[in-house]
Structure formats: structure tokens, C-alpha cells
């Protein structure tokens, strides 16, 4: 009689165990509501059937989704691209925006003007300073323009620097969590989920910033690889990301491994890292080069026409802006000649010297080169070359925008999709709660009648 | 698996909901602060080019518009001044006319040879006339005054261009020789005319005065024609101005079209951005009342 007594005591005892075991789990999800990244922990009861014996726990499940971190790391990936992008491309865009009156545009416009309010009175003194201020004018804008895409550049080579110490940061955190997880899982079969919800985390942060692979392996650490193949976190060690490159040269990424040796990726990188460089050095590249392409064209075009024809002085031989010999570089380098500058009376508007000062015949031939297509390569004028530097950055830019746009409301889906699966409802714990509070109560009331039943038979003796 | 909704889903989706509510808000705000549908290219990259060309059609009209009127200006002083050089001619003409009847006589011929004299004047200080720091009929060679002290032409006989249009330029000068002869047109000069008509007065030389009022009918008709050129000039730079100022207005209107803002539209979009965010609001906050857990009691 006793043994059942004892028993009964026994399954009480287990039973509270258990339920108070199962409010730990609740609470501790209640408390993590918010935490980003948790993944709500479920506590399986297991009956046990055994004399003496009722319930035990069984294993601790955090309700996680593999294929739903995959898909996030991949939608990041994507986002990070296009935002990366994105935001390199704002910066360099106010370098051509002539929609707010301003710009390139409108200074080759006055520059025209002005030449032909000075073909109507190549004498006049005003027409003459107003011609020479508007050239001035269109070389300062020119070069503004064309340092404004540098200085984006340059901001871009900034930006990529802050991603890869913060990749290589993220790496080494991810080889530490590694290291942790290793040595939690000595003797229990799902370790430190803590650890993993932090490093999940990580690892989308990761994603996001450079493009990766991630491959869980059986002792529950990650490998993870750059997408375009190179590997960063190899069980307890992280290798690290250099940038090379830079300047005007194109930037690039080198792994250092473990061992001191360099590894190039197959391609550049994926994520906010690649968007930058993508921005840096082809979409800004193509823009820059057209610029320059059309301030080499337009340079050469006017100082020979410029050049040929006759100042009020009788000079000749004089160029309007200086001589500009490579397209490379072209638009930063746009400024009046000291052939002209400082003395109105060399601008070359005759052709004919004898016909002194009247003549305006070289200011017609220069005002034709608006609308001449030959002006710059491949069959352009001035103003389309330009409208194409325009287009090019701005086509780029609304496409990057447009994408970073779609790829984010993927991730969110993705990110919802998983707190779908994996985030804490509070009225499904504080269902739980109650029910393991009336399971505890019950059990303990099982060892309080247990006890009265033994103070019974006591005072039988 | 049922449909679960955990706490950061909602979180989730009501930050989603609100950044999507201020995001739209924000851009309906915008087109009324710029007064501009597009105020960078990114925005509408296609609005954006088609604007640039039509810009660039605006400031040629502009600058062509400009070139109009100064030519204008010029040459309807210059037909002013042709109007009264042949008034000036004809009166020379007259005194030719009448001083070679056989019933004047010598005393007669020596006053018309004083008149003559100052009609003479006057068609030298109309030569040599300037309107805006420009002689108006020395051409391209504006350093000096046409004609000099003997009456001799210094300026220019082709005069300048100016453009007016695409690839159409009109006359800027009408130069000395073209109205008062002389140079290298073969033909003797009004002035030296009117210097033989004075000289043949002052002789009673009627057969010379007879060859004056030939050359001064010549002459006459020259200054006729080139009034005719510059009137046909001036018909032909209203056709243009008027050209210009059409397609001045299309791409005006081309323009607006382009990047103005629909005021009314752009009113309607902020009041239902406004709507919007505030119904996101309230809807989150109820939403939130509803699944307060503090109302839980099992």
C-alpha cells in the first residue's frame, strides 16, 4: 500500500517537473516576443508508462524553417544588390540634373545663345564678355559635373570598405557561434538555440552585404561560401575579404585564407557589395565616358572652327578652350583657353580679316555645330551625347530602384513567411501557459492527497 | 498547418502598412512643393530626355526670336532712311527737271545749285548714318564711317549674315553701294552725280544738267529697289518671327505637358495619401486593442 503511496507521490512529483519545465519553455518564448531572429521553442511531454513512473520531457524543438532561411538569404542577396546600387547612384545623380534649371543642359544652351547674340553684333563689348562668360560657365559646369560622378566614385570606394570590415566582422562572429555551438553539443542533441537564432540572423545580415551560401553541416555548425564561389567561414575560422583596386582602377575582391594564401571568386561578388561595385564601375563608367565623350567632341569641334578665324585684333591661330588630347577624362578638363581669357577682343568671330570688325562669318560656323551630328563619336550632337550620359545614369538608377523595391517586399514575405512558422503568438503561449498551470496545480495536488493519505495511515499506527 | 499569426508578423506588417502609407504620402507632397511632376531624371528617365530636346527647341526659338527682332530693328531704320533718301533723290530729280527747261535762267540755276548743294548734305549725313553703334550701310567694316570726307565708299560690299532659323540666315547689312552706287558696281555714285548736278547749275550747262537727271532717274530706281529688297526682307522676318513664336508655344505647351503638375490631380493624391495614412493608423491601433493580451483571461 505504501508503494502505491510512494507511487503516487512519485507521478505527482514528475508531473510537476514536467509542467513547470513546460512554463520555462513558455515563458522564456514570452519573453522573446520581440527578439528578432527567435524562433519559439516547443517542450514535447512524453507519457511514460513504466511502474513509478508517469511523464518525462522530451526533446526541445525550436520551430525553425530551413528553406524558408534559404530563401531569405537568397531574396537578401538580391536586395542587397540593387539597394547597394541604389545608393550609389543617388549620390552621382544631382551631377546631371538639369530638371531644376541648372546643369550641363542649360549652360550649352546659353552657350549657344550667347553665340549667336554675338553674331549679331560681333563689336559689341557686352556680347562679346557675355559669349566669354557663358563659356567659362559651360567649362565650369562641364567639370562639375564630371567631378560629381567622381566624387560618387570615390564615396562608392568608401562605402565598399565599410562592407567588407563589416563582412569580415560578421565572419568572424559567425566562426565564434560556431565555436560555441560545438562545445554546447557535447551530449545534447539540438544545442543552444540562442546561438542559432543569432547566428541565422547573421547570416542574412551577411547576405545581404556580399552574397553567400550557407550549408548546415551534422555538429550544427554552418559553412559558409561567397555566392560566386571563395570560402569565408570554414567551421571555427574565418577567412577574410580584401578589397583591391580602387581609385579610378575598377575594385575587386581577393579571400585570404587561413593559410596566408589568396584566392580570387569566380566573379564579382553578389549583395550590397556588388551593387556598389556595379554602380562604381559600370554604370558610372559608361556615364562618365559619355560625358567625356561629348566634352571632347564639342572641345575639338569649336576650337577648330575657333581657331581658324580672326579676333578683332587680326589674332588668329587661337584656341576658345584648351586644347583637350585624350577623351579619357575629357569633361574634367574643360576650361577657356589663356588663349582668350582675359581679353575679349581674341575671340575669333571673322573669317575673313580684311572684312574687320564686322565680320561674324566663324560665329555662324560655330553655331551650326548644335546641331551638327558629327561633332561627337558615333554620330551625335552636343545635346544628344548629353541627354545620353543623362539617360544612362538615370535608366540605371530607376531600374536599381525599382528592383531593390520588389526584392525587399521579397524578403519581407520570406522574413513573414518564417515569423509565420517560427514567431511567438502570446495567446498560443498564454493558452499553454494556463494549460501547464492547471497541469501543475492538478499534479500538485496529487502529492498533497498523497501526503494526507500518509498522515492517515500514521495516526492508524 | 493552420495559418498562424505570430506577434513580430504583426509588427511586421504594421510597419510595412505605415513606411508604405508615409512613403505615398510623401510623394504626393512632392509635385506640389517642386511644382514639377519629375524633379529628378531617375523619376521618369524617358520625361526626362524628351524634355531636354524640347528645352533645347525653347532656347533656339529664344535665341532666333531674339536675332529676329534685332534685325528687324535694323532694317526698318534702314527703310526708314531709304524712304527719305528717295524723297531726297526725287527732290533732286525735280530741280532737274526744272533747270533744264529752256526758261530758267543763269540766276535761277545758281540758286537750285545751292539747293542742291544742301540735298547733297543731307544724302551724305544719311550715308554715313548710325543706329545702335552700327553705321548702317558700311557692312562688315564698322570701324569707320562708309564714306569719307570725298565721298568715297570704305566699307563693306557683301555686308554680314545673321541666322535667323535653322540653316537660314538673312541679309544683316544693306551696304552703301547697293543704294547710292559707286564702288565696284560700275556705276557712277549719287554723291558725284549730285556733284556734276551742282557743278552744271552753277556753269548754266544744260546739257549737263539734262545727263544729271538721267543718272538721278537711275539713281532713284537703285534706291527704289533696295527698298523693295529690305521691305521683302522684312515680310520674310514676320514669317519667321511668327514661325518661331508657334513653335515657341508648341514646345511651351509640349513642356508643361511634359513636367507640369496636374494641380488638381496632384490635390486629389495628397487627400487620399492623407486618408490612407490615417486609416492605417487607426486600423493598427485597433487591431492591436483587439489582441491586447491583458484582456486574456482563461
Known amino acids: 500500500m505504501s508503494n502505491s503511496i510512494k507511487e503516487l507521490m512519485a507521478i505527482g512529483q514528475q508531473g510537476i517537473a514536467a509542467h513547470k519545465s513546460m512554463m520555462n519553455i513558455v515563458s522564456r518564448n514570452v519573453a522573446n516576443a520581440n527578439t528578432p531572429g527567435y524562433a519559439r521553442q516547443r517542450l514535447n511531454l512524453v507519457a511514460v508508462h513504466d511502474p513509478g513512473l508517469s511523464i518525462t520531457t522530451g526533446k526541445l524543438e525550436t520551430i525553425r524553417s530551413s528553406s524558408l532561411q534559404r530563401s531569405i538569404l537568397g531574396a537578401s542577396l538580391s536586395y542587397g544588390f540593387h539597394q547597394g546600387k541604389t545608393e550609389v547612384l543617388e549620390l552621382a545623380e544631382p551631377a546631371l540634373n538639369d530638371l531644376d534649371g541648372s546643369g550641363v543642359g542649360a549652360a550649352m544652351n546659353g552657350f549657344f545663345t550667347s553665340l549667336h547674340t554675338m553674331g549679331n553684333d560681333p563689336t559689341g563689348v557686352a556680347e562679346r564678355l557675355g559669349f566669354m562668360h557663358a563659356a567659362e560657365h559651360l567649362g565650369n559646369t562641364l567639370r562639375q559635373s564630371a567631378e560629381g560622378i567622381q566624387s560618387a566614385r570615390l564615396e562608392a570606394e568608401f562605402q565598399a570598405k565599410a562592407v567588407v570590415d563589416e563582412v569580415n566582422a560578421i565572419a568572424k562572429d559567425i566562426a565564434k557561434l560556431n565555436e560555441r555551438i560545438t562545445a554546447d553539443a557535447v551530449g545534447y542533441p539540438d544545442p543552444s538555440p540562442g546561438l542559432k537564432n543569432d547566428r541565422d540572423l547573421l547570416l542574412t545580415r551577411l547576405s545581404e552585404l556580399v552574397g553567400i551560401n550557407a550549408i548546415d553541416k551534422s555538429d550544427g555548425t554552418v559553412a559558409v561560401a561567397l555566392e560566386v564561389g571563395g570560402p569565408l567561414v570554414d567551421d571555427t575560422y574565418a577567412n577574410e575579404l580584401k578589397l583591391t583596386g580602387g581609385s579610378i582602377a575598377a575594385l575587386d575582391v581577393t579571400i585570404i585564407k587561413k593559410d596566408g594564401g589568396t584566392m580570387k571568386p569566380l566573379a564579382k561578388p553578389g549583395g550590397r557589395l556588388g551593387g556598389i561595385m556595379n554602380a562604381r564601375d559600370v554604370v558610372l563608367v559608361q556615364t562618365s565616358s559619355q560625358l567625356d565623350q561629348m566634352a571632347f567632341g564639342f572641345v575639338n569641334a569649336v576650337n577648330s572652327v575657333h581657331s581658324s578665324g580672326f579676333g578683332l585684333d587680326g589674332s588668329t591661330g587661337n584656341n576658345l578652350f584648351e586644347p583637350i588630347p585624350t577623351v579619357a577624362g575629357a569633361a574634367s578638363n574643360v576650361r577657356l583657353s589663356s588663349d582668350v581669357a582675359g581679353d575679349i577682343n581674341k575671340i575669333a568671330a571673322a573669317q575673313d580679316v580684311t572684312m574687320l570688325p564686322g565680320d561674324n562669318a566663324n560665329i555662324l560656323t560655330m553655331a551650326s555645330l548644335q546641331d551638327d551630328a558629327t561633332v561627337v563619336a558615333g554620330g551625335k550632337t552636343v545635346g544628344s551625347a548629353y541627354d545620353n550620359a543623362v539617360s544612362i545614369l538615370a535608366v540605371s538608377h530607376r531600374d536599381a530602384v525599382n528592383q531593390s523595391d520588389e526584392q525587399n517586399r521579397r524578403v519581407l514575405q520570406f522574413k513573414e513567411m518564417r515569423e509565420q512558422v517560427s514567431g511567438v503568438s502570446l495567446h498560443e503561449e498564454m493558452i499553454s501557459l494556463s494549460a501547464a498551470e492547471r497541469a501543475f496545480n492538478a499534479s500538485s495536488q496529487l502529492v498533497q492527497t498523497a501526503r494526507d493519505m500518509y498522515d492517515t495511515i500514521f495516526k492508524l499506527v | ?298
Open chain 2, 1 to 298: 498547418m493552420a495559418l498562424r499569426v505570430s506577434e513580430s508578423q504583426m509588427f511586421f506588417q504594421a510597419t510595412r502598412d505605415s513606411n508604405r502609407a508615409r512613403r505615398q504620402l510623401n510623394e504626393a507632397t512632392l509635385p506640389l512643393t517642386t511644382q514639377q511632376r519629375v524633379s529628378r531624371p531617375s523619376e521618369d528617365p524617358v520625361v526626362t530626355g524628351r524634355l531636354s530636346r524640347v528645352q533645347r527647341e525653347l532656347s533656339k526659338s529664344g535665341q532666333y526670336s531674339g536675332l529676329v527682332d534685332q534685325v528687324q530693328t535694323y532694317h526698318t531704320m534702314v527703310e526708314s532712311t531709304l524712304g527719305t533718301i528717295g524723297n531726297t533723290v526725287m527732290e533732286l530729280q525735280d530741280l532737274a527737271v526744272q533747270m533744264a527747261s529752256d526758261n530758267i535762267g543763269p540766276a535761277e540755276r545758281t540758286v537750285a545749285a545751292e539747293q542742291v548743294a544742301q540735298l547733297t548734305q543731307s544724302l551724305k549725313m544719311m550715308a554715313n548714318q548710325r543706329q545702335g553703334g552700327r553705321y548702317l550701310f558700311a557692312g562688315r567694316l564698322q570701324n569707320a564711317p562708309p564714306y569719307d570726307s570725298k565721298l568715297d565708299y570704305q566699307g563693306d560690299e557683301i555686308g554680314r549674315k545673321v541666322m535667323v532659323g535653322d540653316n537660314r540666315t538673312v541679309d544683316g547689312d544693306v551696304v552703301g553701294p547697293d543704294v547710292f552706287g559707286g564702288a565696284s558696281t560700275g556705276i557712277k555714285s549719287l554723291f558725284k552725280t549730285a556733284e556734276d548736278f551742282f557743278t552744271a547749275l552753277k556753269a548754266d550747262d544744260v546739257p549737263n544738267i539734262q545727263a544729271a537727271l538721267d543718272e538721278l532717274r537711275s539713281g532713284h530706281e537703285r534706291v527704289l529697289s533696295a527698298h523693295v529688297r529690305v521691305g521683302t526682307i522684312l515680310t520674310d522676318l514676320d514669317t519667321v518671327e511668327l514661325h518661331h513664336s508657334d513653335t515657341a508655344m508648341t514646345n511651351e505647351i509640349r513642356e508643361s505637358d511634359l513636367i507640369g503638375v496636374d494641380f488638381a490631380k496632384a490635390t486629389h493624391d495628397l487627400a487620399f495619401s492623407q486618408s490612407v495614412m490615417e486609416a492605417t493608423i487607426k486600423t493598427t491601433q485597433r487591431v492591436f486593442d483587439a489582441i491586447d493580451i491583458r484582456r486574456f483571461n482563461l
